[in-house]
């Protein structure tokens, strides 16, 4: 396999964006879940309006994980006031990771996963969050085998399906207060 590269996402890049965002949470998550949610929630959630807001949102970063060019993973992140819950100056959030089902198994994941700890060193959080629904087994243990804790639950609402997410964090650096 050819040297993967990490890229940050560009407004002009958006057609990309969108068909690999709509590719691989199809992929992940339309076995389990029925037509009329997944397209409600991909309608909602990978527009053209709604990439177009996210990718001009000083607080969030998309990146491309290529292959001979052609984007085989992607991955978002969120600072500050555009992070999903937990809105703490000192945390980032992994929104998304996803891999084109292809190329599972080869190390793709492990690269855009690095780079989010990157950024969070970059920006010195304290700690890294994402939340992951509990059904997606493969995504679990990623995490957990890159250290990260579970420490609560949330509803993350799929179309009209009301799913529990698994809450976890890494721990980036000591807590020096008080």
Do not use: C
Not at 126 to 149: M, Q
Request: proline share 1%.
């Amino acid at each position: 396999m050819n040297e993967i590269e990490i890229e940050k996402v560009r407004l002009s890049d958006i057609g990309e964006l969108q068909n690999i965002s709509i590719k691989t949470f199809s992929d992940t998550f339309s076995a389990a879940n029925t037509r009329e949610n997944m397209k409600k929630y991909i309608d909602e959630n990978f527009s053209f309006k709604k990439l177009t807001e996210e990718l001009n949102d000083e607080n969030a970063e998309f990146y491309f994980a290529r292959l001979d060019g052609v984007p085989v993973g992607y991955l978002k992140l969120n600072y500050g006031k555009s992070q999903t819950e937990m809105k703490m100056e000192n945390a980032l959030e992994i929104e998304r990771i996803y891999v084109v089902s292809e190329y599972h198994g080869k190390g793709i994941a492990q690269f855009l996963y690095n780079k989010a700890m990157e950024r969070g060193r970059d920006k010195n959080a304290d700690y890294i969050w994402l939340g992951v629904w509990e059904e997606n087994h493969r995504a679990i243990r990623f995490y957990k085998k890159n250290d990260f804790v579970e420490f609560d639950k949330h509803i993350f609402r799929l179309g009209n399906d009301e799913q529990t997410d698994l809450m976890m964090k890494l721990q980036l650096k000591e807590n020096t207060k008080g």
